[in-house]
T-cell receptor, first 112, second 110 residues
Framework: EAQVTQNPRYLITVTGKKLTVTCSQN?????MSWYRQDPGLGLRQIYY???????DKGDVPEGYKVSRKEKRNFPLILESPSPNQTSLYFC???????????FGPGTRLTVL | GEDVEQSLFLSVREGDSSVINCTYT??????LYWYKQEPGAGLQLLTY?????DMKQDQRLTVLLNKKDKHLSLRIADTQTGDSAIYFC??????????FGKGTRLHILP
């Protein structure tokens, strides 16, 4: 089944404790993105990647890192999480020739 | 900077048509999208339109694009209870940079 998976789905952590949210897709898509969704703010793009080893900042990259060492994986790294990074995070991927983005199920992160 | 605006709420009676409106600011956008998000779920692409098109129809969905006014609308004919969701308008600027609106919550009245 074609899908985008994220882990963990739920995470509660404390300020300053490094964490990684994994994202994996099995569709051989070139493009992958990370978004955060906050009430009243909609979805905002954090980082995106056009292919292996090619990443670029979205609208709200501060406090986040990403890497794209393999085509299928696009982890989101929070080196020192802060409470303002409490949010619902979505990973998405798409094929370079099509316009449909496939979204993962979301990761709800709470930083205390 | 780039911005996508849409109203936050819309209530429609079951069986009527729903029209969700969106305005965007970047005239260089290539594609415009409508996504649907049901409670507790991720986003699902409903439809998209290339920026040189005026209209696209897909079953109950009709997308209208007024490029001069930078206005996009989504019409859902014969609205059903299963259409209750948040609808996001989005524009693709370049590469994979996509700007989303804040979402319109569609509420269906019996």
């Amino acid at each position: 089944e074609a899908q985008v998976t994220q882990n963990p789905r739920y995470l509660i952590t404390v300020t300053g404790k490094k964490l990684t949210v994994t994202c994996s897709q099995n569709m051989n898509h070139e493009y992958m993105s990370w978004y955060r969704q906050d009430p009243g703010l909609g979805l905002r793009q954090i980082y995106y990647s056009m292919n292996v080893e090619v990443t670029d900042k979205g609208d709200v990259p501060e406090g986040y890192k990403v890497s794209r060492k393999e085509k299928r994986n696009f982890p989101l790294i929070l080196e020192s999480p802060s409470p303002n990074q409490t949010s619902l995070y979505f990973c998405a991927s798409r094929d370079g020739t099509r316009n449909e983005q496939f979204f993962g199920p979301g990761t709800r992160l709470t930083v205390l | 900077g780039e911005d996508v605006e849409q109203s936050l709420f819309l209530s429609v009676r079951e069986g009527d048509s729903s029209v969700i409106n969106c305005t965007y600011t970047d005239s260089s956008s290539t594609y415009l999208y409508w996504y649907k998000q049901e409670p507790g779920a991720g986003l699902q692409l409903l439809t998209y339109i290339f920026s040189n098109m005026d209209m696209k129809q897909d079953q109950r969905l009709t997308v209208l694009l007024n490029k001069k006014d930078k206005h996009l609308s989504l019409r859902i004919a014969d609205t059903q209870t299963g259409d209750s969701a948040i609808y996001f308008c989005a524009e693709s600027i370049w590469d994979d940079k996509i700007i989303f609106g804040k979402g319109t919550r569609l509420h269906i009245l019996p």
